[in-house]
């Protein structure tokens, strides 16, 4: 890792993953690269889950790519509720349908324009240019196999990794690797850190900086931060009834929790003894090595929260 960089948002600059404020967010692009020394140009960005309809349609194995095309634009008509003209779509061939060498699986992935169209927009008031445009939960896929080889399951293992965010928090299920299952819910660290404002009448950048560095009273740990972590446990037990109550799964091998709270003190062990799963802490660049400008022990701390980001930055521009 060359260089990398957590630049603070003004509060709702951006509210459950959609962008209300692309100047404050542009701007915080620009501080970034900025502070980072970086000298990059293209970007990487993603759409979060709940913005995006992705489908595995069946397709004939002899059409060129021209006629794949079409014929997707065609079939994705059938499954987007808004007019084609107001969508960006993409899809990829995953490969020969089981038990049909004609057909092959196809990925379709859409997201209304102006979804898009904001993210590029944020890139580009902050000096960028978007060259790749992903979805959140491939993103994760992607950097989810730096984080496999350290788990203590088998790599056929079924792993639920839940990315607590500001938020909003998602339910990721994974299984060798593979996206099984996703799903997003209003909650997150946001309510720690407006907890925190109301109760010692802090400013929103004086509370989210006393949450990472300390400082606040000694009642904050019984009675703000326990209750806290006591709801992120409950959240996390509901994503998962809802994924067990939708799928052929009643359990999963293993938690994995990433985002800006995934290292509250104890959280872990708390899953673990009250879910009864074995959990940890992602940390998708503890094989990488560091450049001179990575400051090591400030990055084991953010971590947890640079999923996607690591998952893009592996993305190729081509």
Not at 164 to 186: F, K, P
Not at 197 to 218: D, F, I, N, S
Request: hydrophobic fraction near 45%.
């Amino acid at each position: 890792m060359e260089h990398y960089v957590v630049e603070p948002l003004p509060p709702n600059a951006v509210v459950e993953k959609n962008i209300v404020e692309v100047e404050a967010v542009g701007e915080a692009i620009r501080r970034a690269i900025n502070r980072s020394g970086s000298k990059a140009k293209n970007a990487a960005a993603a759409v979060a889950g709940s913005a995006v309809i992705t489908k595995l349609i069946p397709m004939p194995a002899d059409l060129d790519d021209s006629d794949m095309e079409a014929q997707v634009e065609l079939e994705a008509t059938n499954y987007i509720p808004y007019p084609i003209e107001e969508v960006n779509l993409d899809f990829e061939v995953l490969g020969p349908m089981p038990n049909s060498p004609d057909m092959v699986q196809v990925l379709l992935a859409a997201s209304r324009s102006e979804n898009v169209e904001l993210r590029q927009s944020a890139l580009e008031l902050g000096g960028l240019t978007a060259k790749v445009m992903d979805v959140e939960a491939f993103a994760v896929e992607n950097a989810f196999a730096l984080v496999a080889s350290e788990l203590p399951v088998a790599a056929d293992a079924v792993v639920a990794l839940v990315d607590i965010g500001a938020t909003m928090t998602t339910l990721s299920v994974l299984r060798s690797g593979r996206s099984l299952y996703s799903r997003e819910q209003m909650f997150g660290g946001k309510q720690l850190t407006d907890e925190v404002m109301r109760r010692y009448g802090l400013t929103y950048e004086e509370a989210g900086l006393a949450k990472r560095q300390g400082g606040l009273p000694e009642s904050y740990e019984v009675e703000v931060l326990e209750p806290f972590k006591e709801a992120t446990v409950q959240q996390i037990s509901r994503l998962l009834q809802f994924f067990y109550a939708g799928s052929e799964f009643n359990r999963v091998d293993c938690i994995v929790l990433a985002g800006g709270c995934a290292a509250l003190a104890r959280l872990p062990e708390m899953v673990e003894e009250q879910l009864g799963v074995t959990t940890v802490v992602a940390n998708p660049l503890a094989q990488m090595t560091l450049g001179p400008k990575v400051q090591a022990h400030v990055l084991a701390l953010d971590a947890p929260a640079l999923m996607i980001a690591t998952g893009l930055a592996l993305r190729s521009f081509d």
